[in-house]
């Protein structure tokens, strides 16, 4: 999937990404319009959120057992829908981070596959050449010694000559197979 050096994978996790920000304002528009997204969906997480923030502010003042008051509805569904704006955004960047890290575990495992097959091809080729080469040194421990088949050449000749001219002496048939 790489058009040249550049990867169409992440070109498309971008547009996905950059589409996430129209998509998370128009929630949180409809947040706003729809009562029912705005009592269920919007004001639960917002007044915890709030919450959260102001008990954590107060604990750090040093004011330990105030009472927070909750948010209006306005300002609680205001924040809600920015959280919620903000949610959407973050869990599509985080998808795409999860479906990128997927797709390049798939390539480690298919190269790592490719890297193996290679491995086993050449180990079955050492093998093959290892039984390749104990054949052929059982072959030259076979085969007389190179010495030896001259010594057995020189006294085929001597033998040729000695058939060939019976009046001859040895001595002179010597000389003739030197020849």
Known sequence: MVVGAFPMAKLLYLGIRQVSKPLANRIKE?????????????????????????????????????????????????LGAE????????????????????????????????????????????????LALEALQAQVQAAPPQGALEELRTELQEVRAQLCNPDRSASQAVPASKK
């Not at 960047?93 to 798939?106: D, I, T």
């Not at 190269?111 to 050449?122: F, G, P, V």
């Open 30 to 78: 409809a947040a706003r319009r729809s009562e029912f997204f705005k009592t269920y969906i919007c004001l639960p997480p917002a007044q915890l959120y709030h919450w959260v923030e102001m008990r954590t502010k107060m604990r750090i003042m040093g004011f330990r057992g105030t009472v927070i008051k909750p948010l209006n509805e306005e300002a609680a569904a205001e």
């Open 83 to 130: 959280l919620l704006g903000e949610a959407t955004i973050f869990i599509v960047g985080g998808g795409c981070l999860v479906l990128e890290y997927w797709r390049h575990q798939a390539q480690q495992r298919h190269k790592e596959e490719e890297q193996r097959a290679a491995w086993n091809a050449l180990r079955d080729e050492v093998g093959h050449l290892a």
